[in-house]
């Protein structure tokens, strides 16, 4: 039988054996707890980082605003060139911006309300139309049609008084028609090749010009809107005037009676009732839309 001192020896050696074995097992655990750390502090760097990029998308999503309130995408802006009545204008803004956009951004700067604005770009532009979709590019020159309030409303007061004079010196006003300047084209009646005429009924402008119509000498006459030169074109067999639509004061109309289908139309250049171009047999449907193209609507 063994002495307890082997026994004890045997059985210390066993104790430190398994002593080191609790110890590299606690390193091991250890080491383990560490590494776990490590990975989690990781993945807390990676969510971080992944919440801000979330947020930086976020941000990115949010639609910027214009001053009307009216979300625009400013990711891809586009600076152009902007004519009215020959004053020149530098515009930027986003390709994303619609007509209807453009004309709240150019009522300051040119001095007509967005209603008076027509926008032309190879043709007249819808409200809703954006830029881009209308190929808007940093070479583009758009014209833009309107008259500001202050010459509507000179015109009108210029009306006003001549209409005002006119009263005084007859308690009847007499139609145009029943005038012997006017009467001496009438009476030769419907030019041949008029235009057809159309009661109650408006027509927009068509693409090609009104012709088929008289002035005060009885000369063939045909009219031209030259909408992105805010310019009306009369033409005659001996030459064509070129008008700015901002310098037409007043548009008379009346229907010639006998033929309610078509009209007298003079307009008027000057500040006087004597500056006033007279053309006759103009169809009826194109009136509004004359005036409209002059003036806005």
Known sequence: MESPEKINGHSKEVDDET???VINDGEIKE????EKKEADCEIEEAASELNVADCDIKEAE???KDEDGDAVNDFSSVEFT???NKDKYTVSMPLSSTIGQLKNKLVDMIGVSSQMQKIMIKGLAKDDQTLESLNVNSSSKIMVVGAKLQDI??????NVDEDSSSSKSGSAKEP???K???????????????MIGILNIK???PPYPLSGMLNKYGGKVRLTFKLEMDQLWIGTKERTQKIAMSTIRHVLSEPIEGHAEYHILGFQLGTTEASRYWVYWVPAQYVDSIKEAIFGG
């Open 19 to 21: 002593k080191k074995e």
């Open 31 to 34: 080491s383990a707890v560490c």
């Open 62 to 64: 949010v639609p910027i």
């Open 82 to 84: 902007i004519i009215h």
């Open 153 to 158: 409303v000179a015109a009108s007061i210029a």
């Open 176 to 178: 145009l028609c029943k």
């Open 180 to 194: 012997k300047l006017h009467m001496k084209v009438l009476e030769r009646g419907v030019p041949e090749d008029a």
């Open 203 to 205: 027509d927009p402008l």
